[in-house]
């Protein structure tokens, strides 16, 4: 249950591996959100059929985290919509969008790479947690 963001990674790939018209780079800034999305449907699809209390209540802690993680992201789209009224690229782009970019940048920063090593860190720590109850 708590490794279930790990499954985002194979998405992320294939994703990458399709043929495009338009310009791929931004879906390489995107794996944190594919771990996201996978780390809150499959907790979500086992705490629903889930007859197991505790099942149950891993797959709560799990929706607990990755809810706390998707806050920010809601937070920066908002943010964006707003800095994005107030500050409208030109056609020239002789006066970009400088706080739209400072936020996009966040969102890279993020989603790109800190939610995936916290993941990967969480999952294995997660692992090795229930590795040791085994024993």
């Known amino acids: 249950m708590q490794a279930a963001p790990l499954l985002g990674i194979p998405f992320w790939l294939i994703e990458l591996q399709l043929p ?41 802690n799990a929706l607990r985290f990755h809810g706390v993680i998707a806050l920010p992201g809601i937070l920066l789209c908002i943010a964006f919509a707003v800095a994005i009224q107030f500050d409208p ?20 920063i993020l989603y790109g790479f800190i939610v995936p090593i916290v993941e990967l860190i969480r999952a294995i720590v997660c692992a090795r947690r229930a590795w040791r109850q085994s024993i």
């Open 20 to 60: 495009s018209n338009s310009w791929n780079f931004p879906l390489l800034f995107a794996l944190g959100l594919f771990m996201l999305t996978t780390g809150l449907v499959v907790p979500a699809i086992a705490w629903f059929l889930a007859k197991s209390s505790f099942l149950r209540a891993q797959a709560v």
């Open 89 to 108: 690229p030109n056609p020239t782009m002789s006066n970009p969008p400088a706080h739209g970019e400072a936020i996009g940048l966040i969102g890279v």
